[in-house]
């Protein structure tokens, strides 16, 4: 496990074209916006295959890091590294946003909000080999059923299906997943974040996933990133989610809470605990 290291390096966004061992590699990102740090000297890799869970309070720069990753954010300093492969029309990485408004009377069907992230959707048909590649989103993310169903008119976690048969379309090798169950209930993000999971695994897709729910991330994912303001942590679910590393990033008023097999954070003294929203 580590905590926020020091030290910084020249801003840049690197590919290579050998395989390695690691989806992305992230060193020294520095982000300051209007003035404010939001993260500071941020350094990890991700391994190819890997399920990264991302918790952290509201505000502490989560989306960010998304949009620095995706590089719809240059940072102030630091570098992120993808060193993968791509074959022709495939993507490093894949994003599915956390806000997304659709109109219920919205007259697009789901397969074709699928092949809009496809790379020339400008064009007015799909090739069978486009074809092929919605077909295959949408079979991995158990959603060929829903695919004549306009978007509107699915459910909050149906809906969520198809965001991330698109963000597959193209074949990535890391996927960005900002709050992928957020507003759905406890069924449907267990049967959500079981998707993501199978997906990651059977595809050797990297996940990067925000979530507040750290019981969620602890039964999926391999390690965790912590973020608070200007600080973060990385390791397992177990190295980080104690109290002492808690406190590290938070301050003092914070205490890590385990009952029946569930994590709970919490702030306050005991008489009068409050159970945070991660
Ligand atoms: N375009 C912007 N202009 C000004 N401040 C911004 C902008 N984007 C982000 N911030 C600030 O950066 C900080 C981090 O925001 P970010 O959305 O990354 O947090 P987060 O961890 O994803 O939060 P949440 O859990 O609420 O989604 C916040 O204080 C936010 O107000």
């Not at 989306?63 to 791509?86: I, N, Y």
């Not at 193209?170 to 997943?177: A, D, E, G, H």
């Not at 385990?258 to 994590?263: S, T």
Request: glycine share 8%; hydrophobic share 40%.
């Amino acid at each position: 496990m580590s905590i926020a290291p020091i030290a910084a390096s020249p801003s840049n966004l690197v590919t290579a074209t050998s395989e390695s061992a690691y989806a992305i590699e992230v060193e020294h990102i520095h982000v300051r916006i209007s003035g404010k740090p939001i993260l500071a000297d941020v350094s990890f890799q991700v391994k190819s295959g890997e399920f990264l869970g991302i918790l952290g309070p509201n505000g502490a720069g989560k989306t960010t890091l998304f949009r620095v990753l995706l590089q719809l954010l240059k940072p102030q300093s630091g570098t992120v590294r993808l060193p993968v492969t791509l074959d022709k029309g495939e993507t490093a990485i894949g994003y599915v946003p956390q806000f997304r408004q659709i109109d219920p009377e919205l007259p697009m069907l789901a397969v074709d909000f699928v092949s809009l992230g496809l790379p020339h959707t400008i064009r007015p048909w799909l090739n069978r080999a486009d074809k092929g590649a919605i077909a295959e989103a949408l079979e991995l993310t158990g959603a060929t059923g829903l695919s004549r169903t306009s978007i509107g008119q699915l459910s909050g976690g149906e809906r969520q299906r198809i965001f991330l048969a698109q963000a597959l379309v193209r074949n990535p090798k890391l996927l960005l997943l900002d709050e992928p169950t957020s507003n759905l209930d406890p069924g449907a993000q267990e049967e959500m974040a079981a998707v993501i999971d199978r997906v990651c695994k059977e595809r050797k897709i990297s996940v990067m996933l925000i979530s507040h729910d750290v019981n969620l991330i602890n039964r999926y994912a391999d390690r965790i990133l912590y973020l608070t303001p200007q600080q973060y942590a990385i390791g397992t679910v177990d190295e980080v989610m104690q109290t002492s590393v808690l406190q590290r990033l938070y301050g003092n008023a914070v205490e890590v809470v385990r009952m029946d097999d569930k994590l709970f954070v919490t702030t306050g003294n005991k008489t009068n605990v409050h159970i945070c929203d991660h």
